[in-house]
């Protein structure tokens, strides 16, 4: 068993694991009343799906950083022992599942000293840099290395080295004893749960999870991009916004220029997710509203006509959409790091059921949004007491962050669905960027419409602006901070916002979805071009931390402590023991 140094001292650990500074979102329990009422068959097909979302997690800790499961073996063996540093330690690795991760100051929490998060995760040689990268694939391509290039550039490889070279090996074939078991317990599930399409689903992700055939996964993700009413929701997640090494190739001119001779597109390395749940009926039907303004929210897009979009304003859209209460997040989704996920759109536009016909899917998590204890509620207010403008209060409204999230995943579906991938590093910021600002530049004609009142705008808009507010200046590998940043920059830049000396926000309603619109241009202009160097500029020109921000956030940190976060799972436990 490998030996590690704990990094954190027992004062350091005591603080982060402290409630104030631990947020805690508890998934549902036995006693959930959308657990009673399922039938048998989905009650024990359900501990089937939780299984294999751990298993996932286990091959997800492997992807993310290649110590992570030699710590969390060292940790056990030393909480045995009675180390208390080591139990403190296992419960911000649990939460943050693994040993490097940023909290919510941006700080990166480093588990175990000399073990760093490193630009390629675990998928890559722990000490391979972005310069001996480029120059290795240079020289593979130079030597005719044309299909293992191609390899090492895919979502779906785990890297390693081969001499003076680099060899790539499928993740299916990596981690095959893993994605064994797991399509063991998919294939039992599909034997006793009570839905037809469900089962269809399953047993497709199956034949995906035994066979290294990119090709299997777009059938399963086509099927589940058709779920809309099934008792309970399965999902494998696959993102590639934490790879900072693959799309580095397009910094690099000859590279590139050689790249693309051989028709070789570079897309970040997949990182694996488990989401297992139960689908909330009444809260799926008020999402379904929404359905029948996606057409209208296309044709309303900057520059329609120079780009292909997954929704078509004059046909049926293939976007279904679900709300859920959650048994268990696995793996990336579930990575409690700086924040954790609020809804997701899938699949995303790299991946290959987009191009035989798939839509896309929207998965809303009911127990990270909801806000359900008084203390929560109380904390809530300190902040808006903070930092908003008292006369504005009467806007804020927590459920119109949540009309707001569904804006923002509904417009990953919208705009430019291909051709991105030259954006680089800047790729995921800028399609972040794209779906909030989208989610407001469309109120007035969703207003207008009759989806939304006057006064259901006006509390998304301001309850969007004051969530909007960041603890602190986020790193460049945080797509969905940096976007915030650069909103923030703009709408102060165009006097939609105000923040006065003392830190007070002051939201100019009127002028923010105007000013939204012409951000949108601006990003839509920058997907279609498709040019690293204007990508790069307009990311760096609205990344400003200004010192408006700066006071914001001393404000923000003095009511708001809260450092990390982790998941509770009590019906998944028990569940796992059954």
Not at 221 to 228: F, G, I, R, S, V
Not at 432 to 456: C, F, H, P, R, W
Request: proline share 2%; glycine share 6%.
């Amino acid at each position: 068993m490998r030996e590690y140094e704990l990094n954190l001292s027992l004062e350091e650990l005591e603080k982060r694991t402290h409630k104030d500074y631990l947020v805690t979102k508890k998934m549902v329990d036995e006693n959930f009343e959308g657990y009673k009422n399922l039938a048998q068959g989905d009650k024990e097909a359900l501990k089937h799906l939780v299984k294999a979302a751990y298993i996932l997690e286990k091959i997800n800790k492997q992807l993310d950083n290649v110590h992570n499961l030699p710590f969390e073996e060292f940790l056990n063996k030393e909480i045995e022992k009675g180390n208390k540093r080591a139990e403190l330690t296992k419960i911000l690795y649990d939460a943050q599942k693994g040993v490097c991760a940023l909290d919510r100051e941006s700080n990166i929490i480093e588990l175990a000293k000399d073990v760093h998060a490193t630009f390629g995760k675990g998928c890559y040689p722990e000490d391979l840099g972005k310069q001996e990268f480029q120059q290795i694939i240079l020289r593979m391509l130079k030597r005719g290395k044309i299909d293992e290039v191609k390899t090492i550039l895919n979502q779906r490889s785990v890297v390693e080295r081969n001499g003076d070279e680099l060899i790539g090996t499928d993740y299916i074939d990596k981690y095959k004893t893993e994605f064994s078991q797991m399509a063991d317990e998919l294939e039992k599930a599909s034997k006793v749960s009570t839905n037809k399409d469900f089962n269809e689903y399953l047993e497709l992700q199956v034949k995906a999870l035994r066979t290294a055939d990119p090709m299997l996964d777009a059938y399963a993700d086509k099927k589940w991009a058709e779920l809309q009413d099934t008792p309970l929701e399965f999902t494998i997640t696959r993102e590639n916004y934490s790879d900072e090494l693959t799309e580095s190739v397009v910094e690099n001119e000859e590279l590139k220029s050689l790249l693309e001779q051989y028709n070789i597109t570079p897309v970040g390395k997949d990182f694996l997710g488990g989401r297992v749940g139960i689908i909330n009926k009444k809260g799926t039907e008020a999402l379904l509203k929404v359905k029948e303004y996606l057409p209208l929210m296309a044709d309303n897009m900057p520059f329609k006509d120079e780009y292909v979009q997954n929704i078509s304003p004059d046909k049926e859209s293939k976007q279904t959409m679900v709300d859920v209460d959650l048994v268990t997040v696995s793996g990336d989704v579930g990575e409690f790091r700086a924040g954790i996920t609020l809804a997701e759109n899938l699949p995303n536009d790299d991946k290959l059921s987009l191009t035989i016909g798939g839509g896309r899917r929207n998965v809303y998590h009911r127990q990270i949004r909801l806000i359900t204890s008084e203390d929560s509620r109380k904390k809530l207010q300190e902040r808006l007491d903070a930092i908003l403008n008292h006369d504005q209060h009467k806007y804020y409204n927590d459920e119109a962050d949540h009309w707001f999230t569904i804006g923002h995943e509904n417009a990953h579906s919208l705009g430019p669905n291909s051709g991105t991938e030259a954006l680089g590093k800047y790729k995921s910021i800028i399609e972040e960027n794209k779906a909030d600002i989208t989610s407001l530049a469309m109120l007035d004609v969703l207003e207008q419409n009759g989806m939304y009142s006057k006064e259901e705008k006006e509390q998304i808009i301001v309850t969007y602006a004051a969530d909007n507010m960041l603890k602190s200046k986020p790193t460049l590998s945080q797509a969905h901070r940096v976007r915030s940043v650069m909103q923030n920059y703009y709408f102060l830049k165009e006097g939609a916002l105000e923040i006065s000396a003392d830190g007070m926000l002051t939201v100019h309603i009127d002028k923010m979805i105007p000013t939204a619109q012409k951000m949108l241009k601006e990003i839509i202009r920058i997907q279609i071009d498709g040019d690293f160097a204007k990508g790069e500029k307009y990311v760096l020109d609205n990344f400003q931390w200004t010192n408006e921000m700066e006071v914001m956030a001393e404000k923000i940190k003095k009511v708001s402590k809260s450092l990390n976060g982790k998941v509770e799972e009590p019906l998944a436990k028990k569940l796992l023991e059954e």
